[in-house]
């Protein structure tokens, strides 16, 4: 059974710092691109941006919204996810799921999500 | 980048209704298309991709039609369980961005 399990959310000030992980399983990880989608309190879904496997050479996408702030990484070995979100503003605020990519496509299975409250 | 556009943003509809959604991309994204469905405090799922193709394990009464600009999210016969928050996303060209969603209600 494939599971996502996402962690490291919470409440942070403006400015500041957070680290998100996905521990995945049942599932051959290493072949899979990955997503992190977000979806803020009452609005829709925002593509946050992916990782490439290794054979793509891990390579990155990003929204525009978060690029030069926030960094997607994957160890293998620890068959993880990351989500380095730095210089975090209040409209960051949001649910966010890591996502197993079908193909070079679209998702196909989402964890259950962790919050992230940005405020001061 | 591609801008998805779905409506009607919301729905009313009775149990055993048919009802369709559509999507439509500001421009040409071929068959680069998946719908997903989101019930409330859960994460979403995924129900359609390549516009047409079901997912493994998913109902037959969802059906997904359309290329180009243009598709469509079919729900046949309603039952309490469909009633929830469906989404449309591209995957043809980065950032991959998503539709602004169909609430489904119950009328």
């Known amino acids: 059974e494939v599971q996502l399990l996402e962690a490291g959310g919470g409440l942070v000030q403006p400015g500041g710092s957070l680290r998100l992980s996905c521990a995945a399983s049942?599932?051959?990880?290493?072949?899979?691109?990955m997503d992190w989608v977000r979806q803020a309190p009452g609005k829709g879904l925002e593509w946050v941006g992916r990782?490439?496997?290794?054979?793509?050479?891990?390579?990155?996408e990003y929204a525009a919204s978060v690029k030069n702030r926030f960094t997607i990484s994957r160890d293998e070995s620890k068959k993880s996810l990351f989500l380095q979100m730095d210089n975090l503003q209040t409209e960051d605020t949001a649910v966010y799921y890591c996502?197993?990519?079908?193909?070079?496509?679209?998702?196909?299975?989402w964890g259950q999500g962790t919050l992230v409250t940005v405020s001061s | 980048d591609i801008q998805m556009t779905q409506s009607p943003s919301s729905l009313s509809a009775s149990v055993g209704d048919r009802v369709t959604i559509t999507c439509r991309a500001s421009?040409?994204?071929?068959?680069?298309l998946a719908w997903f469905q989101q019930k409330p405090g859960k994460a979403p799922e995924s129900l359609i991709f390549?516009?047409?193709t079901l997912r493994s394990g998913v109902s037959p009464k969802f059906s997904g039609g359309g290329s180009g600009t243009d598709f469509t999210l079919t729900i046949a016969s309603l039952q309490p369980e469909d009633f929830a928050t469906y989404y449309c996303?591209?995957?043809?060209?980065?950032?991959?961005?998503f539709g602004g969603g169909t609430r489904l209600e119950i009328k």
């Open positions: 996303q591209q995957y043809f060209d980065y950032p991959i961005t």
């Open positions: 390549t516009a047409s």
């Open positions: 049942g599932f051959t990880f290493s072949v899979h691109y």
């Open positions: 996502v197993r990519v079908l193909g070079g496509g679209p998702g196909d299975y």
């Open positions: 990782i490439r496997h290794r054979a793509s050479s891990f390579t990155t």
């Open positions: 421009q040409d994204i071929g068959t680069h």
